[in-house]
C-alpha cells in the first residue's frame, strides 16, 4: 500500500492506492476530507480526472458537512446531552465500586455507572458497548421482519462504527454492516436503513427499480432519510 496527495484547485486528495479492483472516492466528516482509495497502477493523470467529474458532488458533500449541528466532545460527565433512539437524554455519571453499566431513569435521564477512577475513555468505552447491547435486538427483529417480508436472506450481519455511511451491503456475500450511531437515531431511521441494505441484495445499484421498490416498503423513505442526515451529529475526528 502507498499513499500521496493530489491537488485540483481548491481540492486536496489523499491517494491511498492499494490491491483493489474499483476506485472510490470518499468525502470524510467533519472536515470534508478527500480520499481515494485506487487499485496500485493507476496513474495520478487518471485520478485527477475523476476528481474533475466529481467536483460539484465533492463540494456539495463539503457544504453539507459545515451545515450540519454537531454535538461538541463529549467527555462523559454529568449534564452532558447524549441520545438514545432519537430522545435526548441528560447523563449522570455515578461513581461506585462496582461493575460499569447505564441505565435509563424515567424518560430524560441516562444514568453511567462507573468506577471512581474510570477514565474518559473508559467511559466512552462502557457507552458504546451499552448502546451496541441495545441496538443488536432491535436491529435483529427489523432484520428478520423484513427479510421475509422481502423474501431475501442475507448471510451475516454485524454492528459497527463506520466513517461516512449508516449501513452497508455486500451484494455478492449477503453481507450487512449497521453502523452504530443508528442506536441514537429515531428507530424509523434505523428501519429505513435496514430495508435500504436488504433491498441491495436484490437490486445491486441506486437505480429506477431499486427506487421504486424503497418507495414501495417505505413510501416516506426519502423523508426519512433527510430526518436521517439533518439529525445531531456525534463529535467524531475520522482521519482519513
Not at 435526548?88 to 462507573?114: F, H, N, T
Request: charged share 30%; glycine share 4%.
Amino acid at each position: 500500500m502507498s499513499t500521496n496527495t493530489l491537488r485540483l484547485g481548491s481540492i486536496e486528495a489523499l491517494v491511498i492506492r492499494k490491491q483493489v479492483k474499483n476506485l472510490h472516492l470518499s468525502v470524510l466528516p467533519p472536515q470534508g476530507k478527500v480520499r481515494v482509495t485506487a487499485p496500485e497502477g493507476m496513474k495520478d493523470d487518471a485520478i485527477r480526472t475523476l476528481l474533475a467529474t466529481k467536483l460539484p458532488w465533492i463540494k456539495k458533500q463539503q457544504e453539507k458537512f459545515k451545515g450540519q449541528a454537531r454535538q461538541t466532545k463529549r467527555n462523559f460527565v454529568s449534564g452532558e446531552s447524549h441520545y438514545f433512539f432519537g430522545q435526548r437524554y441528560r447523563l449522570e455519571v455515578a461513581y461506585k465500586e462496582a461493575a460499569p453499566a447505564v441505565s435509563l431513569k424515567g424518560k430524560s435521564k441516562m444514568v453511567l455507572q462507573v468506577r471512581p477512577d474510570s477514565s474518559v475513555e473508559k467511559r466512552a468505552e462502557v457507552m458504546t458497548e451499552w448502546y451496541r447491547q441495545q441496538l443488536q435486538p432491535v436491529a435483529e427483529k427489523l432484520i428478520l421482519k423484513w427479510q421475509k417480508k422481502l423474501k431475501v436472506q442475507q448471510t451475516a450481519w454485524k454492528i459497527q462504527r463506520m466513517k461516512t455511511r449508516w449501513g452497508t451491503c455486500n451484494h455478492e456475500a449477503g453481507r450487512i454492516l449497521l453502523n452504530l450511531e443508528l442506536a441514537k437515531k429515531p428507530q424509523a431511521c434505523l428501519e429505513y436503513v435496514v430495508v435500504h441494505e436488504l433491498l441491495h441484495l436484490i437490486e445491486k445499484k441506486h437505480n429506477e427499480n431499486f427506487v421504486n421498490m424503497m418507495a414501495k416498503y417505505i413510501p416516506k423513505w426519502q423523508s426519512i432519510k433527510e430526518e436521517l442526515n439533518s439529525a445531531l451529529l456525534s463529535h467524531e475526528e475520522w482521519n482519513a
